[in-house]
């Protein structure tokens, strides 16, 4: 029961997100509908976040939206901070994850991951060239901290061999999250997004989970690679996080 509300509500999310794309500009409307102007879904949509309508920033003149150039599939031509998914109704956010002028020190976001994977993968980043990171966190009602990370490259081929060969892995992620030392792909995960373009790979922590239950998901789009880590005392709720994944991976469309 449980895993056929999940994937009722994930098809619900799919109904309510819009993206839509108008000449030069990209525009990203995601929105939340009471549950009840959605027939059949009252019931189903238990856990669903909500979230504020999302717009993503214009592109700059003559740039292409990331997905559409033949010449540079992937490259992402608008504010990388303004593409980063913002804090649900009611959630406490992590201003600390803002960084300055909302770029993330590298130290910071390796301070999610535990030694000795901290320093092989801080010298994996500088090796493959990384530019910036955009970030942000937030602590919603039920306990539940998230992690959003925003992480831009020279090019979509190094994110995609970052993704492929040293951060996601088929069987485990390839380098341990702070509190999720036991990891293991999540094929079970619902994908919401309606995306083609961008690859994604969930995990979720093996029983039985420390002071908290982490789940972490790695998004492969172009020259940006987004890491996502939820964790929260008991358990992470699918829908919530699949919800996230969902969303994230709409704005980096």
């Known amino acids: 029961?449980?895993?056929?509300?999940?994937?009722?509500?994930?098809?619900?999310?799919?109904?309510?997100?819009?993206?839509?794309?108008?000449?030069?500009?990209?525009?990203?409307?995601?929105?939340?509908?009471?549950?009840?102007?959605?027939?059949?879904?009252?019931?189903?949509?238990e856990g669903v976040w909500e979230y504020p309508r999302l717009s993503g920033p214009p592109l700059p003149s003559d740039s292409p939206a990331p997905f559409a150039d033949e010449d540079e599939p992937g490259v992402h031509h608008a504010d990388l901070r303004a593409l980063v998914l913002p804090a649900p109704k009611g959630a406490e956010e992590d201003r600390a994850l803002r960084g300055?002028?909302?770029?993330?020190?590298?130290?910071?976001?390796?301070?999610?991951?535990?030694?000795?994977d901290r320093a092989a993968l801080g010298q994996l980043l500088v090796d493959t060239g990384l530019r910036h990171i955009a970030a942000r966190g937030w602590t919603t009602e039920d306990g539940t901290h998230t992690r959003v990370y925003l992480l831009?490259?020279?090019?979509?081929?190094?994110?995609?061999?970052l993704?492929?060969?040293?951060?996601?892995?088929?069987?485990?992620?390839?380098?341990?999250?702070?509190?999720?030392?036991?990891?293991?792909?999540?094929a079970d995960l619902p994908d919401a997004s309606?995306?083609?373009?961008?690859?994604?790979?969930?995990?979720?922590?093996?029983?039985?989970?420390?002071?908290?239950?982490?789940?972490?998901?790695?998004?492969?789009?172009?020259?940006?690679?987004?890491?996502?880590?939820?964790?929260?005392?008991?358990?992470?709720e699918t829908v919530p996080f699949a919800q996230t994944l969902a969303l994230q991976t709409q704005l980096l469309s």
Do not use: C, K, N
């Open 1 to 45: 029961m449980r895993g056929t509300r999940a994937v009722s509500a994930l098809r619900w999310i799919g109904v309510v997100a819009v993206f839509a794309v108008a000449g030069t500009a990209s525009a990203y409307g995601v929105t939340r509908l009471d549950r009840e102007d959605v027939p059949g879904f009252a019931a189903a949509t």
């Open 100 to 116: 300055s002028d909302g770029w993330l020190a590298t130290d910071a976001f390796l301070s999610a991951y535990a030694e000795p």
């Open 152 to 161: 831009h490259f020279g090019t979509a081929a190094v994110v995609d061999d």
């Open 163 to 186: 993704f492929h060969q040293h951060l996601a892995p088929r069987d485990a992620p390839g380098h341990r999250v702070r509190g999720a030392e036991r990891s293991v792909q999540d």
């Open 194 to 236: 309606g995306s083609a373009e961008i690859r994604r790979a969930a995990y979720d922590e093996r029983r039985t989970y420390g002071a908290e239950h982490v789940r972490q998901a790695y998004l492969s789009a172009g020259d940006v690679l987004a890491v996502v880590l939820q964790a929260r005392e008991g358990s992470v």
